[in-house]
C-alpha cells in the first residue's frame, strides 16, 4: 500500500489527505496542535477548517514528524508559502532521500520571489524529479464532499507524475499529468492576485462584464509572466491556469475572492484581515508576483492595482479608473 505523508491539518491538507485515503493510500496527516490532531483521529472530523466532512479511516493525524514521514512515498505540504521555507527546515530531516516531495501551494516567497518547487529544492537538496506540483479548481470543501473535480500533477519527471496521478485518482478526483511545473505554480498563485481583484469589483457592486474582463485580462498577464519564465503557454489555457481562475474567481468558498469582496466594500486592510481565519496567498504573494514581473521585465497592471489597492492604500474606485485609462493597445502583444 502506498504511504503518504501530509503536512498541514487546514482545508487543503486535510481534504487532500481525504482523497488519498479514498484512493487507497495509507495517510499519515501532520498538524501543529495535539488536540486538533486527536479530534481528527476519534471522532473523524476536522471542526476547525472541515466542519461536517467525514474523514476516512486511512486517515491518521499525528504532531509527530518523524512519525508523520516514516516509509512515506509522497511527502504533501500543505502549509501557508511564506512559512514552507521555515516549516520544512524542521521536517527535511526525517524524510527517505526517495521520498518525493509534492507541493499542493499558491504562492510566492516575499523577499526571495521563489516558487514553493523552488524552495522545496533548496530546503531538501532534492533535484527536480523529486519534486512535484498539485494545482487545479479545487476548492477544498467541494473536494472534501466528494464533489467531482480535475486537477493537475506537474512534475519534470512524467513518471513521477504519474506514479502520483496514481496515488491521487479516485472516482470523483480526477488529476491529469503534465511536465511544465514552473506554468502549474504560476497559474496557481496569479490567481489569487486575480481573484482578489474580482473581489474587489464585485464588493464595489460592478457586474459580469467586469469581471469577465478581468479574469481574461488576468489571464494574459499571467501568461505573459509564464512565457517569460520559460514556461507552456498551454498550461495556462488549462486546468491549473484557466480552470483554478474561473473557480476561485467565481466562488464564495475562495479566501481571496472573499477577501477581495471585503475590501472593495470599503473595509481596510486590517479590517479584512480580522475577519479572515484562513489563508488568503494572494494578500502577500501580490508582492512576490510583481516582484517576479519586476525581475523579468514583465507588466502585470491588474497585479500592480491589487498591490496599490492592498497594500498602499489606494483607494479601489482610483485603482480601477488608473487601468481603465491606460493607453489603448493590441489584445495581443
Ligand atoms: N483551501 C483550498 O481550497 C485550497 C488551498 N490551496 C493552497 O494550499 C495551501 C494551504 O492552504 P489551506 O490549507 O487552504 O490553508 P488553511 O489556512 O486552511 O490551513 C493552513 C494550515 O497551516 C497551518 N499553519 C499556519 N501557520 C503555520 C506555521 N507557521 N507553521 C506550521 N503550520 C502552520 C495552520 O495551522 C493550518 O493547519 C495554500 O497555499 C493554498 O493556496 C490550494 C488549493 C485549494
Ligand atoms: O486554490 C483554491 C481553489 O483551487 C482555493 O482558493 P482560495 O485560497 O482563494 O480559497
Redesign the pocket.
Known sequence: MTRCAVY????????FAMVLADAGCEVSLW???AELAERINTTRENPD?LPGMTVPEGVTATTDPVLAARGAEFAVL????Q?LR??LAQWAPSLAGDTVLVS????VELGTAKRMSEVVQEVTGAGPERVAVL?GP????EIAARQPAASVVACRDESVARRLQAACHTPYFRPYTNTDVVGCELG?AVK?VIALAVGIADGMGLGDNTKASLITRGLAETTRLGLAMGADAHTFAGLAGLGDLVATCSSP?S?NHTFGINLGRGMTLQETVAVTR??A?GVKSCESVLDLARRHGVEMPITETVVDIVHDGKPPMVGLKELMSRSAKPERH
Not at 78 to 81: E, M, T
Not at 104 to 107: A, D, F, I, P
Not at 138 to 141: E, K, Q, S
Open positions: 498541514g491539518t487546514g482545508s487543503w491538507g486535510t481534504a498538524g501543529r496542535r477548517y500543505a502549509v501557508p508559502s512559512t521555515a516549516n499542493l501551494m499558491k504562492g494545482s479545487n476548492l477544498a470543501r496557481g489569487n468558498l479566501r484562513q489563508t496567498e
